[in-house]
């Protein structure tokens, strides 16, 4: 599974606009492609800050998305956005979302790693961080996206309501802890999102 990213800031005053754009617009035109399995929208309305992922089954069908869809990406962010980073990354573990809901909250990690260590950061994330995360009450989804050749990781966790999301800090910070340590990951950034949309496809 493969998954293009984009993270988005502009204006805090036009950025409501621009997600009832993708809001009303996103799921419909991917839902059309071929190998499409899902997207989510995710923002931080008072920075001025969104991003959003789209799931595909290929590497191909990713491309073959992006070249179809770019340009009308851009024309719906053209009001808000003044700086735009777009990423595709190897869906190498994850726990496919269920319901998020209204007031379901998302947490994003960046973080870089040492290419050799990619398969140990692969099981150390499936056999340690999903399991604990999976135990945590609210837990919607979760996932680690990887660009194996440049030691770049990408952790996403999705939790159902605040009150959940916010128990959620200490062990998942605990849990974050260890296997960064046992695997040699250097952490860049934490930021956390209201969950603007979520759509999941199964596999056809």
């Known amino acids: 599974m493969f998954v293009r990213t984009g993270y988005f800031t502009g204006d805090p005053a036009r950025l409501g606009r621009t997600l009832d754009g993708f809001s009303a617009e996103a799921v419909g035109l991917l839902s059309g492609e071929h190998g499409y399995r899902g997207y989510g929208l995710f923002a931080n309305r008072e920075l001025g800050v969104f991003t959003m992922g ?4 290929t590497a191909q069908a990713e491309r073959d998305s992006d070249a179809k869809l770019g340009a009308r990406r851009g024309e719906l962010l053209a009001p808000f956005a003044g700086t735009a980073a777009v990423d595709v990354w190897e869906a190498a573990a994850f726990a496919p979302p269920g319901e998020g809901g209204p007031g379901a909250r998302f947490r994003l990690i960046r973080a870089e790693f040492d290419p050799a260590s990619a398969d140990r950061l692969v099981a150390a994330f499936r056999e340690q961080a999903l399991p604990n995360l999976e135990r945590m009450d609210g837990f919607v989804g979760g996932a680690l996206l990887i660009q194996r050749d440049r030691g770049r990781a990408s952790v996403g966790t999705i939790f159902q309501d605040e009150a959940t999301f916010a128990a959620s800090r ?31 496809r199964p596999p056809r």
Do not use: I, M
Request: charged content about 30%; proline content about 3%.
């Open 54 to 57: 789209s799931w595909w089954d």
């Open 170 to 200: 200490s062990p998942q910070a605990e849990a974050r802890s260890r296997v960064t340590a046992e695997v040699g990951v250097t952490v860049r950034s934490l930021e956390e999102f209201e969950v603007v949309l979520l759509d999941r």
